[in-house]
């Protein structure tokens, strides 16, 4: 039954966040509010409770007027509970015993507008928070081992690049690839951006270091079949070639790239033999001079149209591919180059060439003759093909605002990459989110760009989005570290937010066995139901649905919610 | 001064919390309505929290999590969904507004979705008005009557319903028996109806003790029914013969071990 508790000693930090809080809450008066609450002993404001000084703060505070809990109230938990837990720790305080009220994001940030109201939304949140860290009790966190092997899924790019930095740092790693070559999408590519290197080369340089490192077990035609377990310890089934190969894994990584948009029905795609994406163009040009003679005759003239079926109204292809501007730019001058007497036309809606480099990559290409066209998204360009084979373009000026004609031999469209379909299933297998344009979905857009909000799992190269070489690349060394941490480290705290069954309430119906997705609890050979802590991931369905309401969740008590609903409500229950 | 309704809402940690999370990060305003409580997973919104609030006058409630599919624990959401289904006829029979529970999903994505289902919400309790039992005068019926509701979802029958509607309907029982989600949502309605007026019938009984027709009276309901009820109330060992009026027998709530 309950131990006895000590009294709870709540001390409250109000952070200002610079502006972002204090320019819209009134914070002494949250503070000076705190103070009044019951088992609040301290309370005081801080400019940035995150810096250093924060920390300390918060450390000081808890020694000088001996502590048992912390409320700051701040930002969002999601990204900054970790860091007050430290300190909490760090004070000799379990982190548990500390609780975050959201006056930024839930609050400061959305009723700018209305800051007396606003304020009085923060003390509510502070009165809840209060409420509910004085009903925490401390937690544990369970220890478990860490394979020291990554998985890497897609052989492209950027998981050689992965595969390779883990490998070198004394990892095994096993690199899946469900084509017969690793390569992906470069080994479609002729020459690459803005160096002008050949992507074979480059590709072939690093096929050779992955299958030739001893660390590095190369599996292709072999596709993932399915994901159990958790960080540290998933259990992954390969199928390759009809055959089964079961792996213990410590974390992976996902490198499973993106496709073209093939815009069928656009432009006279599909239609007319001389429409290309740049992805058929580049697999002509591969074959040199001689390849695009003897298809297309000479070159007298080509049209490059861009944002073909990218940058559109609503999800899931409203983004900008980033990197068409750059690829047909590089294939523009590839051309004038082979055939210096031709025309080279890039219709555009805008040229985003970003960066230091890639503006002045635009400016070379204007200077070498390349004539760049602008239109507008309400009247696109027009593709119809004369009596004579060629294609005749027609495009309406956006900054002369004129209609020009222009016949030419080769009309090629910049489509944007694109997601594999079945990205949703190896997403369902890994419980990994996609996003609405269907490329896998970082836990924070910039706190956490390469990391899942699932922990051991991370993303890389153009599975996350389109990017070109050197930004897979980075992405690529990125994850290898991030995946490195914990394998090094060995040894993990897992998750203390598990259920716990009360053996003298459970009638052993096993409901919750079988509503646990993750297997996590079982029966004893009393039938009681059992849960196993490492495999808990601690979402509580459990517990809300046993029959007889013999589960309860750690820190995710009822008693502890209710008491943040009586706090909201300011009235004990009838 | 115009009525500011008290709206409390249940998020999920990864998806809708995330969403309200990207609402305030991109500036997207909306009323101040509203109060989160941050939960794992919408699943782990157990139905007598949301009596709980009720009770305590919320004049809303609103469950958010992940999209169906996309739930960060892969069926939460699933469960979420049949829990609300259920509360919400079982609301229905307390006489408050069983639109006052609102469920929706919000994916970590969508931070303008969730400051337009606030905006909207919001509206809507505004032209609703405040909740019977909000405010200093709660209606005493109503009270009570969710307050049998918040029993009945804290009893076996209901959870175990709920709990197993996706293996009933989906898989079958041991036997490989399906029943058809019609069926099903008869039984569940059957059932909703009896242990709301069961434990109804013991507040009241709590009270005073009371004659079937008595009980039949207040309820409404066939005298019949009411035997049938006290039968099984007395089964479970709820209410027990208080004493013989003439020739009818008065019953009276016995003390469970309660929680
Ligand atoms: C027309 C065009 C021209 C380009 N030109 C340039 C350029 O000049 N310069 C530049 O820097 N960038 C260029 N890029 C971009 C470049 O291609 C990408 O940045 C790069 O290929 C990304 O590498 P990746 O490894 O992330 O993905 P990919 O190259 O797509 O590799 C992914 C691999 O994963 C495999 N895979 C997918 N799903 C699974 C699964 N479920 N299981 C196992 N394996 C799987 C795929 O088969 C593939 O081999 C160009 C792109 C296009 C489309
Ligand atoms: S703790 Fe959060 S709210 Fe406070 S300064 Fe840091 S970021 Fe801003």
Known sequence: MAQQKEKPRVGVFVCHCGINIGGFVNVPQVVRYARTLPNVVHAEENIYTCSAEGIASIKEAIKEHDLNRVVVASCTPRTHEPLFRGACADAGLNPYLFELANIREHCSWVHMREPDKATEKAKDLVRMAVARVSLLEPQEEPEIDVMPTALVIGGGISGMTSALCLAGQGFKVYLVERKPELGGMLKKIYRLYPTGEEASRVIGDYVNAVMGHKNIVVLTSANIKDVKGYIGNFEVTVLKEGEEIKLKIGTIIVATGAIEFKPVGLYGYGRYDRVLTQVELEEILKGGKSAIDKRFFKLQRVVMIQCVGSREERPPRAYCSRICCMVAIKNAMIIKEWYPDSDVYVVYQDMQTYGKEYEEYHRRAREAGIRFVSYTKGSPPEVTALPNGRLKVVVYHALLGIRRELDCDLVVLSTPLIPYEDAKELSKMLKVPLGQDGFFFEAHVKLRPIDFATDGIYVCGTAHSPKDVGESVSQALGVASRAAIPMAVKRLRAEAITSVVDESLCSGCGTCIRICPYGAIQKDERGIAKVIEVMCKGCGTCGASCPERAISMRHFKDEQIIAQIHAILRRVAA | ?259
């Open chain 2, 1 to 259: 001064m115009t009525f500011e309704p008290t709206i409390i809402a249940f998020l999920c940690n990864w998806c809708s919390y995330a969403g309200a999370d990207l609402a305030g990060v991109s500036r997207f305003s909306y009323p101040t309505s509203i109060r989160a409580i941050r939960v794992m997973c919408s699943g782990r919104v157990d139905p007598a929290l949301v009596l709980e609030a009720f009770i305590n006058g919320a004049d809303g409630v609103f469950v958010m999590g992940c999209h169906l599919g996309d739930c960060h624990y892969l069926i939460g959401n699933f469960y979420a969904q049949r829990k609300i289904k259920m509360l919400k006829k079982l609301i229905a029979l307390t006489g408050l507004e069983p639109e006052r529970l609102r469920l929706e999903w919000v994916s970590a994505s969508e931070g303008a979705r969730f400051a337009e289902l606030v905006k909207d919400f919001t509206n809507q309790m505004k032209a609703l008005g405040p909740s019977p039992v909000a405010g200093e005068k709660p209606d005493p019926n109503i009270l009570e009557n969710l307050l049998a509701a918040k029993a009945a979802v804290e009893d076996f029958r209901l959870r175990v319903l709920v709990g197993r509607e996706g293996e009933m309907v989906d898989e079958g029982n041991v036997y490989g028996e399906k029943v058809s989600q019609e069926e099903f949502d008869e039984i569940m309605d059957e059932a909703i109806a009896a242990e709301y007026i069961r434990n109804k019938m013991y507040i009241m009984l709590k009270k005073v003790p009371q004659s079937v027709k008595e009980l039949s009276k207040r309820l409404n309901i066939d005298p019949r029914n009411v035997l049938r009820h006290i039968v099984i109330l007395r089964q479970r060992g709820m209410v027990a013969m208080a004493k013989v009026e003439g020739t009818t027998p008065l019953w009276a709530a016995l003390e469970v071990g309660g929680r």
